[in-house]
């Protein structure tokens, strides 16, 4: 998002997450709506579902590195190519670039991919719960904001979205590490915050 702003690309780039949330809340209103027998809105709901999962699908998913990206538009609006970073690398590598596992789109093959870069140390899984960038890559840093911390929103959307799927030992470890982690620093600071440094893992803001 930083490199968006940075580069001046606001206009011609879309983030992933954004399309993943709003996959979910369709869902979740096509849920209100069956039951409230509104069968018409039942029916547009799935219309956008069907289209955005699609769009993610076909433009946004890089088998390379295992996660979706933020995809590049020409000047007409049509999407010509994920956004990288000056290394070549996806520029969206981690808890961001997974987030169609957390509405519920993937493919099997795309939900095996995240599911391997969650569960791995050398990629999200840190000590004190899953970091928001990929540890791997070229732009991973020990200091950031977003960047280098565990953000507690996340560790809720991925428990919840393991728990959803069946995969109630890695929810229940996501939880428990969290949980941990926020009462060591509680213990210690009496602070409640809502994002910890992986380095550190201590509790870094709000």
Not at 73 to 101: C, K, T, V, Y
Not at 187 to 201: A, K, L, M, P, W
Request: aromatic residues 14%.
């Amino acid at each position: 998002q930083v490199h968006i702003h940075q580069a001046g690309l606001e206009a011609s780039a879309t983030p992933v997450i954004s399309t993943a949330h709003a996959v979910r809340i369709a869902k979740m209103l096509q849920m209100a709506a069956r039951e409230g027998g509104a069968a018409q809105d039942v029916d547009e709901y799935q219309v956008d579902i069907d289209a955005w999962s699609a769009a993610l699908n076909r433009y946004s998913w890089d088998a390379g590195s295992g996660y979706f990206s933020y995809v590049l538009h020409d000047a007409a609006g049509e999407p010509q190519s994920i956004l990288r970073h000056a290394g070549g690398q996806n520029f969206d590598m981690g808890l961001d670039g997974a987030s169609p596992f957390f509405a519920g789109i993937c493919s099997p093959e795309q939900e095996q991919a995240i599911m391997e870069r969650l569960s791995s140390a050398e990629h999200l899984w840190t000590k004190i719960g899953l970091t928001t960038v990929d540890q791997s890559a070229d732009y991973y840093k020990l200091d950031g904001y977003w960047n280098g911390a565990v953000w507690f929103p996340q560790q809720w959307f991925y428990w919840k979205a393991l728990l959803d799927q069946g995969r109630a030992g890695f929810a229940a470890q996501i939880a428990r590490t969290a949980l941990d982690t926020w009462k060591n620093e509680v213990d210690t600071s009496y602070n409640c915050f809502e994002h910890f440094i992986v380095q550190s893992g201590r509790g870094a803001g709000w």
